[in-house]
Each structure stands twice: as C-alpha cells, then as structure tokens.
C-alpha cells in the first residue's frame, strides 16, 4: 500500500469521528459519578435536609397541598346530556348521601323505570370526577342547608313536593325514633 492511497481524518465518517467525543464524555461522567460516591455523606446530609425544609414549608403554608387539590378539582366537572348516562356513578353511602337519599337513587330510578317512565337527561362526568365516584370520595358541591324533592311531569306540572321546612327539627324532642332501629335514646350535652 502506498501513501497516496492512506486515508486521513477529513475521510472519516462524521460517526467515527464522534465516537471518541462520546468516550472521552462517558469517562468525564464517570469521574463526577466516583467523585460524588466518594462524598455520599454529603448526599446523605443534603437529602434528609431538603425534606425537612419542603416539610416546614408546607406545614406552615400548606402552599403545595393547596396547589395539588386546587388542580386536581379544575379538571372535575360534569354536562348534561340526553338519555341515561352510561357510566353514571351514584353514592352508595355516607351520612348526607343517606340523610338526602342519594344513596338510595339507584333503587329509585330502577323502581321507575320498572313502573314505565324514561330517563330524559342525566349528568356526564368527567373523567376525573367519575374516577374520584368510583374511589367512594363525595365529589365537591354547594350543599344547600336544607333539602327537599321535587318531582314535575314531562309538561312541568308539578307531581310530587317534599317541602324542605318539614324535615327540619328545632331541637331533638322534635326528631322522630328511627323505624328501622326502634327507639333511639338521644342525650342533650351536658346531661
């Protein structure tokens, strides 16, 4: 072979030409990478450290809590829609959702449909709000002081009105015994 035909580096591949860039940073990471085992007290100081801080900070501010829940219950909302919904998600219990008979909607609206009539609309959750129903968490909502029901006809002739004021008692004297449990012994506090 003759010198003419040697080969010089502007012939190379411009691959080949890299392949000692990626070496010679491969080994300048493993010498950081050796340097900082060597120091891993001082990753083993920093790190609890920096958790402290985050921890103090959020138990004074609850600035990062508030942040997460805030985000979170941008993304839950719901539509109307025509028809039944085909993944509507009722309560199944809870204290209001009882008290209110949400808990007791899926019985209802089985009864009704049994007895003919149709669901005309009904809520489509978001994706978000339909996974936090199914997890049993009570989706947030303005909760109105007291309840009551009304039931109006396919022309909005009024069939049905549970008025709110008479489920409200003014003290416990007023409140009935439980069918369900018999007779409930309710203490005033302080007695």
């Not at 809870?94 to 909607?105: D, F, H, S």
């Not at 006809?153 to 003290?171: M, Q």
Request: net charge neutral; glycine share 8%; hydrophobic share 35%.
């Amino acid at each position: 072979m003759s010198n003419d035909s040697s080969v010089s580096p502007e012939d190379f591949p411009e691959e080949l030409g890299q392949q000692g860039n990626v070496s010679d940073s491969w080994k300048r990471f493993r010498m950081h990478f050796l340097g900082w085992r060597d120091n891993s007290r001082w990753l083993f100081l920093t790190v609890p450290v920096l958790f402290a801080t985050v921890g103090v900070f959020e138990a004074r501010t609850s600035e990062i809590e508030a942040r997460l829940l805030s985000s979170a219950a941008a993304k839950l909302s719901y539509t109307i829609g025509a028809g039944p919904s085909p993944s509507i998600t009722f309560p199944s219990s809870g204290p209001y959702n009882e008290i209110r008979g949400y808990a007791g909607l899926p019985r209802f609206e089985r009864r009704l449909i049994d007895s003919g009539f149709r669901v005309v609309a009904q809520a489509r959750l978001s994706p978000e709000l339909e996974r936090l129903a199914q997890w049993r968490i009570t989706p947030p909502f303005r909760e109105p002081a007291v309840a009551g029901l009304t039931i109006r006809g396919e022309n909005g002739i009024e069939l049905y009105n549970a008025g709110t004021r008479e489920l409200v008692f003014d003290s416990y004297e007023d409140v009935p015994p439980s069918r369900d449990q018999g007779l409930i012994a309710c203490r005033k506090p302080g007695t």
